[in-house]
Nanobody, 115 residues
Framework: QVQLVESGGGLVQPGGSLRLSCAAS????????MGWYRQAPGKQRELVAT???????NAADSVKGRFTISRDNAKSTVDLQMNRLKPEDTAVYYC?????????WGQGTQVTTSS
């Protein structure tokens, strides 16, 4: 079992920044992929960014150049630095991890971009 706990969400004005963090209950050296999805009201959950244990990253086109994903295997954390936030980034952001072929989710953290 892997428990994931997110933190760092909140309300920010357009153009602002937020940093999300997700802490795993097991060593990240045993988790192949970690990352973030988001779900806006009335929309399907969509992939935001991923990072493998080796540090390979991938991100949705809508956030490339604005969001950066990073991972600290020693601390078992994965972070999402979000810059130049837009109203369309408003969503619940979910951390996820893939370990031994199983998918685990965090409880989600709300990010709201509004003036």
């Amino acid at each position: 079992q892997v428990q994931l706990v997110e933190s760092g969400g909140g309300l920010v004005q357009p153009g602002g920044s937020l940093r999300l963090s997700c802490a795993a209950s097991v060593s990240a050296f045993t988790i192949y992929t970690m990352g973030w999805y988001r779900q806006a009201p009335g929309k399907q959950r969509e992939l935001v960014a991923t990072i493998t244990i080796g540090g390979n990253t991938n991100a949705a086109d809508s956030v490339k150049g604005r969001f950066t994903i990073s991972r600290d295997n020693a601390k078992s954390t994965v972070d999402l630095q979000m810059n130049r936030l837009k109203p369309e980034d408003t969503a619940v952001y979910y951390c996820y991890a893939v370990k031994d072929g199983r998918l685990y989710w965090g409880q989600g953290t709300q990010v709201t971009t509004s003036s």
